[in-house]
């Protein structure tokens, strides 16, 4: 009897992350190659990237010196140990990152995705704790509307209600502060005036568990994933100051912030704000090889360099942890972004993107506009009892009409790679205007 598979077209056996699966493959939407800011799909077409793929690749795409650094050294070490064993492209990429970093980040584990580094970040945390004999500590304070990532920890700690709710009893411990999403702040340009006050609430959460068994609180400084959100003026600070009277770690998760997305390396140097901890991925190796990082100061790291030296001393990593190719790839990422000077070239373009956003304002369905760097959000008026939908088809149009975009719930995400030119600032704004005045 022949067996039923697939032919090579079928789009049965690929089930898509977070993806309407039946709708993609009753119409997809493909893409087959990509340079620069442009994709061309399947039918020849070609889409301007509005989003840098997913958040992640900064300096545009099929850039040459990543290519190459890839391909060379593909064939000179293509893999090695990652447990007692090393090789050189690691230490150096480990070294360039602590370069790019706030003074006091010393140190980089590296992890394959935002999610392994969140988890990293997690762990490094409360073992951090017990290593100085406070094993109390293993409590850990996220954030409502939070995302960091879709592992355990992640979701634990992420305040995003359908990333959990089908996932049965997660990590103990967890406590949530309030968003910092205030009616008050619509149409705020840059940082929002009004909510510092919110970072008291972890004043709240301490005294109801006792600073003695918290170990870290972690945050995104601008939220991503769940609308574009601004940290309002003096809330990072106000966290900061916090963690350190407590003793609590503070997390950032930079996993979209980091990489030049705000206009400086890393969101701690542009709040300047730092933490004991950064969670990176995404735009470290531009998107083109998996790959994280958690950067620690030396005081967390230090820490744990106590015992026999012939002894482990942090139980945790990744076969693929600074692999040879991701080193690679991340190593000639990092020279782009220097030698195209692109975080000065994205903090000299966000004031275009600002206004061109803003021009928004009077385009039909949209009830708010935030914007950072190059990261943008507009939100719309959900269809009534149909949340997601306005938004999903605007997505859908936005495509066929030639930008990519991205939607969470209602609201229309942008984060073009740093290379994009006020023409194309133009193009993307000025289509997503006929987007919006075409939907119901
Ligand atoms: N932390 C943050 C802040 C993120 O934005 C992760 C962790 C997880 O990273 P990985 O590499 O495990 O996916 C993310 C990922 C979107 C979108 O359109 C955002 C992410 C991923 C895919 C889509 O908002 N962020």
Same mark, same amino acid.
């Given at each position: 009897m022949a067996l039923d598979r697939p032919t090579p077209n079928d789009l049965?056996?690929?089930?898509?992350?977070?993806? %309407?699966?039946?709708?993609?493959?009753?119409?997809?939407?493909?893409?087959?190659? &990509?340079?620069d800011m442009h994709y061309t799909t399947a039918e020849g077409r070609q889409v301007l990237?509005?989003?840098?793929?997913?958040?992640?690749?900064?300096?545009?795409?099929?850039?040459?010196?990543?290519?190459?650094?890839?391909?060379?050294?593909?064939?000179?070490?293509?893999?090695?140990?990652?447990?007692?064993?090393?090789?050189?492209?690691?230490?150096? /990429?480990?070294?360039?990152?602590?370069?790019?970093?706030?003074?006091? +980040?010393?140190?980089?584990?590296?992890?394959?995705?935002?999610?392994? !580094?969140?988890?990293?970040?997690?762990? +490094?945390?409360? &073992?951090? =704790?017990?290593?100085?004999?406070?094993?109390?500590?293993?409590r850990l304070i996220g954030r409502e509307r939070g995302y960091h990532g879709v592992n355990f920890g992640g979701i634990s700690v992420g305040g995003i209600v359908n990333n959990r709710k089908m996932f049965g009893t997660l990590l103990g411990g967890?406590? =949530?502060?309030?968003?910092?999403?205030?009616?008050?702040?619509?149409?705020s340009r840059g940082q929002p005036e009004h909510g510092a006050h919110l970072a008291d609430e972890l004043e709240r959460i301490i005294a109801l568990h006792g600073a003695e068994t918290i170990a870290a609180c972690i945050v995104e400084p601008v939220a991503g994933s769940t609308?574009?959100?601004?940290?309002?003026?003096?809330?990072?600070?106000?966290?900061?100051? +916090?963690?350190?009277? =407590?003793g609590i770690l503070l997390i950032f998760d930079e996993v979209i912030t980091g990489f030049g997305r705000l206009g400086a390396p890393f969101a701690a140097q542009y709040f300047d704000v730092l933490p004991d901890m950064?969670?990176?991925?995404?735009?470290?190796?531009?998107?083109?090889?998996?790959?994280?990082?958690?950067?620690? *100061?030396?005081?967390? =790291?230090? &820490?744990?360099?106590?015992?026999?030296?012939?002894? +482990?001393?942090?139980?945790?990593?990744? *076969?693929?942890?600074? !692999?040879?190719?991701?080193?690679? %790839?991340? /190593?000639a990422t990092l020279e782009t972004y220097a030698e195209e000077d692109l975080f &000065?070239?994205?903090?000299?373009?966000?004031?275009?993107?600002e206004e061109a956003l803003h021009s928004l304002r009077d385009a039909r369905h949209v009830i708010d506009i935030r914007n950072m760097g190059l990261i943008g959000a507009v939100e719309l008026e959900p269809i009534a009892g149909e949340p997601t939908k306005r938004a999903f088809n605007a997505f859908l149009k936005a495509y066929e009409k030639g930008i990519l975009i991205r939607t969470t719930g209602d609201i229309i995400a942008m984060s073009p790679p740093l290379i994009i030119d006020? %023409?194309?600032?133009?193009? /993307?704004?000025?289509?997503l205007r006929e987007v919006l005045d075409s939907l119901d």
């Open positions: 049965r056996a690929f089930w898509m992350p977070f993806t %309407a699966n039946r709708q993609f493959k009753s119409s997809p939407r493909m893409f087959v190659s &990509a340079k990237d509005g989003t840098a793929g997913l958040w992640c690749c900064n300096a545009g795409h099929c850039r040459p010196r990543i290519t190459e650094a890839v391909a060379k050294q593909v064939g000179e070490l293509d893999y090695a140990p990652a447990f007692q064993m090393g090789h050189p492209v690691a230490f150096e /990429l480990a070294n360039r990152l602590v370069d790019l970093a706030p003074d006091g +980040i010393d140190h980089a584990f590296f992890t394959n995705s935002g999610s392994e !580094s969140v988890e990293t970040a997690l762990k +490094i945390a409360i &073992a951090y =704790h017990r290593a100085r004999g406070d094993g109390a500590r293993t967890v406590d =949530h502060m309030p968003h910092t999403h205030l009616p008050d702040n619509q149409w609308g574009v959100l601004i940290p309002p003026k003096g809330y990072l600070e106000r966290l900061r100051e +916090i963690c350190t009277k =407590h950064m969670a990176t991925a995404k735009g470290l190796t531009n998107g083109v090889i998996p790959m994280g990082a958690v950067l620690t *100061t030396g005081a967390v =790291h230090d &820490a744990f360099m106590q015992g026999p030296e012939h002894l +482990i001393e942090l139980f945790h990593g990744y *076969t693929y942890s600074g !692999s040879p190719i991701a080193s690679a %790839a991340g /190593l &000065a070239r994205c903090a000299g373009i966000a004031p275009y993107w006020r %023409a194309q600032v133009d193009q /993307l704004v000025g289509t």
